[in-house]
């Protein structure tokens, strides 16, 4: 049966309607997520968001439902563009891994910063940064897991702790925005305290001997188990328990 000209036009016009659709919903998660990366949450009115996108409230409400929907679908397309161009894959390359992080910070630190400024006072907020530390913590040990080989309990728990630390975006703030340091020496920082929290953890298991450094557990000398290296508190000696008590 020969299909009619009308039947071989129909599937060019519902994938051209649906691509209109998808870029749609870029444009309005874009401008979401540009006005609540700059603006605190309660101040964003959906209006400006629709205006900014081309689009209707209505529109926006059909799409994506309330605000509190749009603000985790903004987020939720922010951390997929993350994604993208801050993927976790294990690298050797310190710097390169910590030049690449601050590209993102310095691209959208502020806004991260923003989002953590109101996470105690708006649940929806919460959630997505929430997520964001899970993500941050999973980059780390994936990206850095050549730095951590080898480590085994509490000594890679503190490493793998201490990294996270280090590349935090609060970090960058303190270092880039407190602090005043240039982009390059930043980073030179960061892979100095990256760097330093390996190596001090690797001299500590070698210190504690091959077993500690397998198992991860402190040595016997280190009742905290944190790694100190202070001596139990010595009591009395055999000789002098067995020694008789003088004469009174």
Avoid at 189 to 201: C, L, P, R, Y
């Amino acid at each position: 049966m020969n299909m009619s000209s009308e039947e071989k036009r129909r599937p060019y016009r519902m994938s051209a309607r649906a691509q209109a659709a998808a870029a749609t919903g870029e444009r309005v998660l874009a401008a979401a997520w540009r006005q609540f990366g700059s603006r605190p949450y309660d101040d964003v009115p959906l209006r400006e968001i629709a205006a900014q996108a081309g689009v209707t409230v209505q529109t926006l409400h059909a799409r994506f439902g309330g605000k509190e929907d749009l603000f985790t679908a903004a987020y939720a397309w922010f951390g997929r563009e993350e994604l993208e161009r801050r993927p976790a894959a294990p690298s050797e390359d310190v710097a390169g891994a910590v030049s690449v992080l601050y590209e993102r910070y310095e691209r959208h630190g502020g806004a991260v910063l923003r989002m953590l400024s109101q996470e105690q006072r708006i649940a929806a907020v919460r959630r997505m940064t929430e997520a964001g530390r899970l993500y941050h913590r999973h980059w780390v040990q994936t990206t850095f897991a050549p730095l951590l080989a080898g480590l085994r309990g509490s000594r890679r728990a503190r490493c793998l702790n201490a990294i996270v630390l280090a590349t935090d975006v609060l970090a960058w703030k303190l270092l880039r925005e407190d602090m005043g340091l240039a982009r390059e020496e930043a980073e030179r920082t960061v892979v100095t305290m990256v760097e330093g929290a390996a190596m001090a953890q690797r001299r500590r298991a070698a210190a504690d001997g091959p077993g500690a450094a397998a198992s991860g557990r402190a040595p016997a000398a280190d009742p905290g188990g944190m790694g100190s290296g202070r001596a139990p508190a010595a009591g009395p000696s055999p000789r002098a328990r067995r020694r008789p008590a003088p004469p009174s």
